[in-house]
Nanobody, 126 residues
Framework: QVQLAESGGGLVQDGGSLRLSCAAS????????MAWFRQAPGKEREFVAA????????TYTESVKGRFTISRDNAKNMVYLQMNNLRLEDTAVYSC???????????????????WGQGTQVTVSS
């Protein structure tokens, strides 16, 4: 089992950047596929990005491709989401999620991820 804690959210202007971090505690983090999801007020949770246990495979939702980058450091038990050229519509609570998987396949639904952090607020202002 792994516990997850996000940090790095905040208020940023349209076009700005933020880097979110997700710290994992527990054993065998290097065997976990990880993902970022977000939920805006009044909307359903949506997939943002995912990275395989090895870090070799990543996938993104279309709206963030070319702007966001997911990465991980297994030695530090960390996952990151670098967000550049932020837009007003990126405002949401961002949560990291994990699943025990040594496959490169990355689910984009929330159901396959049993472990979740509390979330961190990202607000983009004009």
């Amino acid at each position: 089992q792994v516990q997850l804690a996000e940090s790095g959210g905040g208020l940023v202007q349209d076009g700005g950047s933020l880097r979110l971090s997700c710290a994992a505690s527990g054993r065998a983090f290097s065997h976990y596929g990880m993902a970022w999801f977000r939920q805006a007020p009044g909307k359903e949770r949506e997939f943002v990005a995912a990275i395989s246990y090895s870090g070799h495979t990543t996938t993104y939702t279309e709206s963030v491709k070319g702007r966001f980058t997911i990465s991980r450091d297994n030695a530090k038990n960390m996952v990151y989401l670098q967000m550049n050229n932020l837009r007003l519509e990126d405002t949401a609570v961002y949560s990291c999620a994990g699943r025990d998987s040594i496959f490169e396949w990355l689910p984009t639904d929330s159901g396959p991820y049993p472990y979740w952090g509390q979330g961190t607020q990202v607000t983009v202002s004009s």
